[in-house]
């Protein structure tokens, strides 16, 4: 009886401890949630972007395993754009189009898709100059040119002797250079061998690519063999370390199986430096070997149509031949991020299995090789002390460090996949000032500038992996995300989530008044040098060849010219190569046909585009435009007429030129 009366009492005064806390949290609440209130409009105010007003910054973000880029404002995350690079797009008509089909040409054929990861701008003078962004296609190794005056892409390469195109495409200061590394070691060249002869066989590979500075052409200069590691990311050096570039690289065990256990074992992988300038004059003075590899160089022309070009040799360097060109320098553990400050003095590395962020000092480096403070030789690539080159670690910054980036104020900022936050940290004295909760797992982040001479310090973008609860859910699959942080005062602030498109990894955005005076808003009609094109409503016409009908289009509000064709047969090939008569900024129109093997295709004011169509059966075959265009969009529409086979039905069209159906 005692002890129930103890228990009663007992939860009577539990009973009155929690009304009393529920009493005390309901009279703090209004406090609380003013402050809130506050804070978040504060950010709110922050990122809003008034209707009819501009952002500040574009930012590109790639579209990891959708093969594009995403092109959004900062700091609204207005989504304005996706820019189709590797992978066929039904919006536009990319890869499909017969003008587009070429920038998709591999030495396995065509490929309708990549992984892209890293865009990198193109810059002078050590910052980004608006002109080109270039991409890497991770899968079957490429690297994809855009020009931003048009946003699209204009030109593809591929990388022979190359698996896994990760650490890529990274530029020069003056963007002499993109740079490219292996993720997967192969056999160069590539040849039928055990797997697991891995550490006999295998071999990384460096890929040097030169771009032209006036038209931005891509070719590639030379490459240069390297141990069997996995390579992963890639920065050029700036000011001091201009001529050097640096690369992260991991499973320095050269493991072929069940990596995440056995590519694990050793206390530090590498980071490489390579002397590129050094290796250009190798290359030059003939210390390479041209090794046969076959691989594609898709170029779109001045007509704004592409083409591919076959190639059967590249210049490849070994390290054996060109001595004081490379160094390793050990790297703790499994690093995967690695980016060179914006004084050009200071490598930092990111070890995701590591509870430190190494930072190495430029002018040591150079220091331990002139006394050859060296630990060993890897493949005649000398290892430098650990010691020599470091100027300090940053202790205990986050779990699971993968990547960092710089502001303007002297701060480096590195985000922890694991602990799933941003540290913020003193670049000189290596010691950790703030950090801020991400939601949740971000791998990439990026500062505009932050991997230049000159970083904004006003905004980081987080490049988040998992966004559980962060939004509506949609199934199974959830969306990636990005979060906007104001980095400008002493504490990071939260400013904004957006979702993205895909899986983005890292991203680049540049001052909206570097691209926005020089953008293209017509295709010049008059200089349209297409040969299929037609300059007048009068110029159109069908034309048979054999078996290929060849029908000149054109288009504008609100018809197409001709509308009415009849006299094809099953069994043509039929071409309709479709120019827009308008020259008006923002007008677009599509064409779909019933029944086609291709989707849809927008054309855009001045512009031709081509598509195939291969009629099965007979019937008529209704075409129309997809893109809404005016009050009478609706009206946008023709018909086909199909034949049998053999049929004497004439060639006829209506609608446009000298028509001439009865």
């Known amino acids: 009886m005692t002890s129930v009366m103890k228990g009663t009492r007992h939860g009577q005064w539990c009973c009155v ?82 003008e587009t089909k070429s920038l998709l040409m591999t030495s396995y054929g065509f490929l309708p898709w990549d992984d892209s990861h890293h865009p990198q701008l193109s810059m002078s003078n050590g910052t980004p100059d608006g002109r080109w962004l270039f991409i890497n296609g991770n899968n079957t190794p490429r690297i994809a040119r855009i020009d931003l005056r048009t946003f699209e892409t204009v030109e593809t390469l591929e990388l022979p ?48 690519v030169k771009v032209d500075p006036k038209t931005g052409q891509m070719n590639l200069a030379f490459q240069v063999l390297v141990p069997g590691f996995n390579y992963d990311i890639c920065h050029f050096g700036k000011g001091p370390s201009k001529d050097w ?11 072929n199986t069940l990596l995440e256990v056995n590519a694990s074992q050793f206390d530090k992988d590498f980071t490489l430096a390579i002397n590129w300038k050094r290796a250009e004059a190798y290359a030059s003075s003939g210390k390479g070997k041209l090794m046969p590899a076959v691989y594609f160089h898709n170029m779109m022309n001045q007509a704004r149509i592409a083409s591919s070009t076959k190639l059967d040799k590249a210049m490849v360097l070994a390290s054996d031949q060109c001595p004081d060109m490379m160094y390793y320098i050990p790297t703790p553990k499994s690093p995967h991020g690695l980016n ?24 040591k480096m150079l220091q331990a090789i002139d006394s050859k403070a060296f630990e060993t030789t890897v493949a005649a690539i000398p290892v430098l002390r650990y010691e020599a080159v470091l100027k300090g670690e940053v202790q ?13 104020k002297g701060f480096a900022y590195t985000t922890g996949f694991i602990s799933s936050n941003i540290a913020k940290w003193n670049l000189a004295t290596r010691q950790v000032v703030d950090t801020i909760a991400t939601y949740y797992s971000p791998g990439h982040l990026m500062i505009p500038g932050g991997d230049t001479m000159k970083p904004s310090g006003q905004y980081c973008v987080a490049l988040n992996k998992i966004t559980k609860d962060r939004y509506l859910p949609t199934g199974p699959e959830l969306c990636h995300s990005a979060q906007l942080i104001d980095i400008s005062g002493e504490r990071m602030k939260l400013l904004l989530d957006f979702p993205t498109v895909g899986e983005p990894h890292y991203a680049q955005a540049i001052a909206s008044d570097k691209i926005m005076g020089n953008s293209l808003k017509i295709f010049d009609l008059s200089s349209n040098g297409n040969p299929f094109a037609i300059k007048d409503a009068s ?52 064409f779909a046909l019933q029944g086609a093997q291709v989707p849809n295709v927008r054309v855009m004011s001045g512009e031709t585009r081509t598509v195939v169509w291969k009629p099965q059966k007979p019937g008529i075959y209704p075409f129309y435009c997809t893109d809404f265009c005016s009050a009478l969009h609706q009206e946008m529409q023709g018909y086909v007429r199909v034949s049998p086979s053999g049929s004497n039905v004439p060639l006829c069209w209506a609608g446009g030129g000298d028509s001439n159906c009865k």
């Not at 409009?41 to 990891?64: C, H, I, M, R």
């Not at 205990?396 to 303007?408: M, R, V, Y």
């Not at 099953?570 to 008569?581: C, R």
Request: overall charge negative; some cysteine; aromatic content about 12%.
């Open 396 to 408: 205990n910054p986050c779990l699971g460090p993968l990547h960092d980036e710089f502001d303007d």
């Open 539 to 590: 110029d159109a016409k069908v034309v048979r060849q054999g078996k290929d009908v060849h029908v000149y289009m054109g288009c504008i509000r609100s018809r197409f010219l001709p509308d009415n064709i009849e006299g094809i047969k099953v069994g043509d090939a039929v071409y309709f190569h479709v120019t827009s008569l308008e020259q008006d900024w923002g007008i677009g129109h599509g």
């Open 17 to 98: 401890l929690v009304v009393l806390l529920a009493v005390s949290l309901t009279a703090c609440s209004p406090r609380q949630q003013g402050l809130v209130g506050n804070a978040n409009a504060n950010a709110a105010e922050k990122v809003y972007v008034a209707p009819g007003k501009y952002d500040k910054y574009y930012a590109f973000l790639s579209g990891g395993y959708n093969g594009q880029v995403s092109v959004y404002g900062l700091p609204s995350g207005r989504l304005f754009k996706i820019i189709p690079v590797f992978s066929v797009d039904p919006d536009s008509g990319y890869g499909y189009s017969e």
């Open 161 to 208: 002797n190359s698996a896994g195109n990760h650490a890529s495409p990274f530029t020069s200061m003056n963007s002499e250079y993109v740079a490219s590394a292996t993720r997967f070691s192969i056999p160069v060249p590539n040849q039928d061998v055990p797997i697991s002869s891995y550490k006999k066989n295998m071999k990384g590979i460096l890929s040097f």
């Open 340 to 363: 060179v400050d914006p004084s050009g003095e200071y490598m930092v590395a990111g070890g995701k299995l590591a509870a430190t962020v190494p930072v190495f000092s430029f002018a």
């Open 245 to 255: 570039c640096f690369f992260s690289c991991y499973n320095s065990e050269q493991a």
